[in-house]
C-alpha cells in the first residue's frame, strides 16, 4: 500500500533526476577561428605534438580557400572555408580546447560540409577527450559521426555530434573534422563553422526515458 502511495512521487523524483539540467553551468573555451576566417593553418602534429597546443587549426593536407576553389563551392559564411585533399585513410584537421579552469561533464559538435565536381564523399566529426595537463597520452572517451554527402555545390550539409557525455576530470577537447580519403576520389572536400558547445543536455528520446524509468522500479 505505501509503495502504491509513493509511486506518483517516485516517479516525479526520477522524471526530475533524468531531465535535471546538472551540466548547464559547464563551459569551456571557445574553439579558435571556427569560420576559418582569420587564422593561417597551423601544422597538423603541433595541435598535439606533446603538449597539446590551442589556438589554431592543424591540417594534414588543407589549406583555407576563398571562392572559386572549386567550382560551385563558396563558403557556408564568410569569406574563407577550409579546403582539405586526400591523406592516408582519412584527411583530417584538428584543433585542441582546452577546458581548465572550467569544467565539462557534456558536449556537442558540429561543422558543415560540402565538395564539388559531382563527388559524394563521407565527412566525420570525431571529438576526443583527455584528462592530463599535457594532453597526452590516451583519449578518456571518443565520440563520432559522419554522414555521405549529396553530390552538389550548392548545398552545404551540417554534421552535427548531439549532445554526449564525457567524463568530468576532462582537461582538453579534441575537435576533428575529417574526409574519408577514398570517397573523394582524389579531390577535395570543404568544411566551414565549426561549433563546439560545451554543457549542452543531453537529448533523452522517448523510449530511452521509459526505459530509465523502468529500470528504477525493477
Ligand atoms: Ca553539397
Redesign the pocket.
Known amino acids: 500500500m505505501l509503495f502504491r502511495k509513493m509511486l506518483p512521487c517516485l516517479i516525479l523524483v526520477a522524471i526530475g533526476l533524468i531531465t535535471m539540467p546538472s551540466s548547464l553551468q559547464a563551459q569551456c573555451s571557445a574553439v579558435a577561428d571556427p569560420g576559418f576566417e582569420t587564422l593561417a593553418l597551423g601544422s597538423f602534429p603541433a595541435v598535439v605534438a606533446p603538449t597539446f597546443s590551442a589556438g589554431f587549426w592543424g591540417a594534414e593536407n588543407g589549406a583555407v580557400v576563398t571562392s572559386g576553389a572549386c567550382t560551385g563551392v563558396v563558403p557556408h559564411t564568410g569569406n574563407r572555408m577550409l579546403q582539405m585533399g586526400p591523406s592516408g585513410n582519412n584527411t583530417e584537421t584538428w584543433q585542441a580546447v582546452p577546458v581548465v579552469p572550467y569544467t565539462v561533464s557534456t558536449l556537442a559538435v558540429s561543422g558543415w560540409?560540402?565538395?564539388c565536381n559531382g563527388i559524394t564523399p563521407r565527412g566525420i566529426v570525431i571529438v576526443r577527450t583527455f584528462n592530463s595537463d599535457s594532453g597526452w597520452p590516451n583519449w578518456t572517451s571518443l565520440n563520432q559521426i559522419s554522414l555521405v554527402?549529396?553530390?552538389?555545390?550548392?548545398?552545404?550539409?551540417q554534421i552535427s555530434l548531439e549532445c554526449v557525455e564525457v567524463p568530468v576530470d576532462t582537461k582538453w577537447i579534441l575537435i576533428d573534422v575529417n574526409f574519408r580519403t577514398e570517397t573523394l576520389e582524389d579531390q577535395t572536400g570543404y568544411v566551414d563553422d565549426v561549433v563546439l558547445v560545451c554543457g549542452c543536455e543531453p537529448v533523452l528520446n522517448e523510449s530511452k526515458s521509459w526505459g530509465a524509468l523502468k529500470a528504477l522500479f525493477h
Do not use: G
Open positions: 560540409f560540402n565538395s554527402l549529396d553530390n552538389t555545390a550548392s548545398t552545404w550539409e
